[in-house]
């Protein structure tokens, strides 16, 4: 599966972004999809996650109440909605694939290009 993440830009603090990850070819209901972040000079961090079907979401813990994992998996499409935006949640956001839930970067074999998100205060 190939991914590509798009949706990120200049947000001030306790704004929303939404941010896509559309997928191509035919197995992408298979995997479970990631959403890992990585500023500057930081190591990638994980995000989000969600199962096959959707049924299943986990959250890192700054991240919970704030942002929601979702996807369609008709149109081969995951999102992650952002609101209440803070300054440390500037990162390059990543979306990835994987055959079983991990919150390991490398686990996920199959990566997007990555998004900006800046939030300024």
């Known amino acids: 599966v190939q991914l590509q993440a798009s949706g990120g830009g200049l947000v001030q603090a306790g704004g929303s972004l939404r941010l896509s990850c559309a997928a191509s070819g035919h197995t992408f209901s298979n995997y479970y999809i990631g959403w890992f972040r990585q500023a500057p000079g930081k190591e990638r961090d994980f995000v989000a996650r969600?199962?096959?079907?959707?049924?299943?979401?986990y959250y890192t813990d700054s991240v919970k109440g704030r942002f929601t994992i979702s996807r369609d998996n008709a149109n081969k499409m995951a999102y992650l909605q952002m609101n209440s935006l803070k300054p440390e949640d500037t990162a390059v956001y990543f979306c990835?694939?994987?055959?079983?839930?991990?919150?390991?970067?490398?686990?996920?074999?199959?990566w997007g290009q990555g998004t900006l998100v800046t939030v300024s205060s």
């Open positions: 969600i199962s096959h079907g959707g049924g299943t979401t």
């Open positions: 990835a694939a994987a055959p079983f839930h991990s919150t390991i970067p490398r686990d996920y074999a199959h």
